[in-house]
Antibody, heavy 126, light 113 residues
Framework: QVQLVQSGAEVKKPGSSVKVSCKASGDTFKNYTFVWVRQAPGQGPEWMGRIIPIFGTTKYAQRFQGRVTIVTDESTGTAYMELSSLRSEDTAVYYC???????????????????WGQGRLVTVSS | DIVMTQTPLSLSVTPGQPASISCKSSQSLLHGDGKTYLHWYLQKPGQSPQLLIYEVSNRFSGVPHRFSGSGSGTDFTLKISRVEAEDVGVYYCMQSAQLPPFTFGPGTKVDIK
């Protein structure tokens, strides 16, 4: 059974950073991507970025470029997403998800998300 | 970015009756490899989204046969042949033909009459 276990909710001050973790079970780390998606209250999902753990290669949504960093720790099978310069509009549930991909280092093709973590609420408030 | 739109934005259905949701993309989702990268998710109340349909018409593991997907190019449809109480939630289409980013539709909220 696929498990993506995320850490608990947090409250952050504007201008600070938040780092969300996602621990994966099974073969997720070796054969899939980690995708980060957020969902503001009452809104639809918004893709932020993803990493292919075996290569360490990342792609980020343009609107988060320079503010978001996604990394993985192979020793613990955990992915991390850090978002900096937080503002109130960043208040959302942040999901870690597992993505399918194919291809190789030079031409990876992202396919779709097949499993989602339980999500973690990040509240940005002064 | 590819923009996804969905209609209707809300739907109230009598149990046992069919339901249909339309999803349109601002660009063709047919990739040069011949695959069409359009997928459907259901987010039940208080839960994370779950995959229903991938690549237009392929039901994901464990998804009931009453769910079906169709379409091509820029126009797609999700159909529920006979709605059940457990089908309530928000349905999203998502494209992965052009990355970054994956983009989602605004969602269609389905409830039971």
């Amino acid at each position: 059974q696929v498990q993506l276990v995320q850490s608990g909710a947090e409250v952050k001050k504007p201008g600070s950073s938040v780092k969300v973790s996602c621990k994966a079970s099974g073969d997720t780390f070796k054969n899939y991507t980690f995708v980060w998606v957020r969902q503001a209250p009452g809104q639809g999902p918004e893709w932020m970025g993803r990493i292919i753990p075996i290569f360490g290669t990342t792609k980020y949504a343009q609107r988060f470029q320079g503010r978001v960093t996604i990394v993985t720790d192979e020793s613990t099978g955990t992915a991390y997403m850090e978002l900096s310069s937080l503002r109130s509009e960043d208040t959302a549930v942040y999901y870690c998800a597992r993505g399918l991909w194919f291809g190789d280092l030079y031409d990876p093709r992202d396919y779709y998300i097949d499993f989602w973590g339980q999500g973690r609420l990040v509240t940005v408030s002064s | 970015d590819i923009v996804m739109t969905q209609t209707p934005l809300s739907l109230s259905v009598t149990p046992g009756q069919p339901a249909s949701i339309s999803c349109k993309s601002s660009q063709s989702l047919l990739h040069g490899d011949g695959k069409t990268y359009l997928h459907w998710y259901l987010q039940k109340p208080g839960q994370s989204p779950q995959l229903l349909i991938y690549e237009v018409s392929n039901r994901f593991s464990g998804v009931p046969h009453r769910f079906s997907g169709s379409g091509s190019g820029t126009d797609f449809t999700l159909k529920i042949s006979r709605v059940e109480a457990e089908d309530v939630g928000v349905y999203y289409c998502m494209q992965s033909a052009q990355l970054p980013p994956f983009t989602f539709g605004p969602g269609t909220k389905v409830d039971i009459k």
